[in-house]
């Protein structure tokens, strides 16, 4: 069975950059197998997913956030990490971080909460 | 991007049958997933691709779609069942995005 763990600091001051890293056990970030995303939840609001990245580096992200978001993979870790620039009140959330098989977001981790705040 | 709307609030009887909807063009031409979320924990996926149950998700749980509807039924309803349901697929995009649903809080009465 596959884990994730989210790590990073919960909180971040406006207009700095959130940094988030999710470690992957049970599986290979770089297998090829899966697609590694991020997912994040507002205080009492809905899902959004926010981004994948694939093994070798090709990214997809959610249009609404693409020019702040950045996704990228270290095999030598065995993780992936989100960087969210120029962040604001409204990027406080709950981070998940989620493996997809290519058919669903299957295995998530616990969550992490980011405060934005000064 | 697309967007997939949901019914903020269902409730159903114990014992009962409850029908949670989710709407979106994008549902014509993607698989649709069901996630239940209760207070303070993880989503959990309960139903992928064509009513696709993980190991674990009890057979009261199905899914269906029919044009731009997809629809998660709970068959006799129990008090665990009472969650946030959020529906999720691909965006219109053609880019291997997500999209979710506004969610469905169901209340087993």
């Known amino acids: 069975q596959v884990q994730l763990q989210e790590s990073g600091p919960g909180l971040v001051k406006p207009s700095e950059t959130l940094s988030l890293n999710c470690t992957v056990s049970?599986?290979?970030?770089?297998?090829?197998?899966?697609?590694w995303n991020w997912i994040r939840q507002p205080p009492g609001k809905a899902l959004e997913w926010i981004g994948s990245?694939?093994?070798?580096?090709?990214?997809n992200y959610i249009p609404s956030l693409k020019s702040r978001v950045k996704i990228l993979i270290d095999p030598s870790k065995n993780q992936f990490s989100l960087s969210l620039s120029s962040v604001t009140a409204a990027d406080t959330a709950v981070y998940y971080c989620?493996?997809?098989?290519?058919?669903?977001?299957?295995?998530w981790g616990q969550g992490i909460l980011v405060s934005v705040s000064s | 991007s697309s967007e997939l709307t949901q019914d903020p609030t269902v409730s159903v009887a114990l014992g009962q049958t409850v029908r949670i909807t989710c709407q979106g063009d994008?549902?014509?031409?993607?698989?649709v997933n069901w996630f239940q979320q209760k207070p303070g924990q993880t989503p959990l996926l309960v139903i992928y691709g064509k009513s696709h149950r993980p190991s674990g998700i009890p057979d009261r749980f199905s899914g269906s779609t029919s044009g731009n509807t997809a629809s998660l039924t709970i068959t006799g309803a129990q008090a665990e069942d009472e969650a946030d349901y959020y529906c999720?697929?691909?965006?219109?995009?053609?880019?291997?995005?997500?999209?979710f649903g506004t969610g469905t809080k169901v209340t087993v009465l």
């Open positions: 999720n697929s691909r965006d219109s995009s053609g880019n291997h995005n997500y999209v």
């Open positions: 994008s549902l014509r031409t993607y698989h």
């Open positions: 990245v694939y093994y070798g580096g090709s990214t």
């Open positions: 989620a493996n997809d098989p290519g058919y669903a977001l299957y295995y």
């Open positions: 049970g599986a290979s970030v770089n297998s090829g197998t899966y697609y």
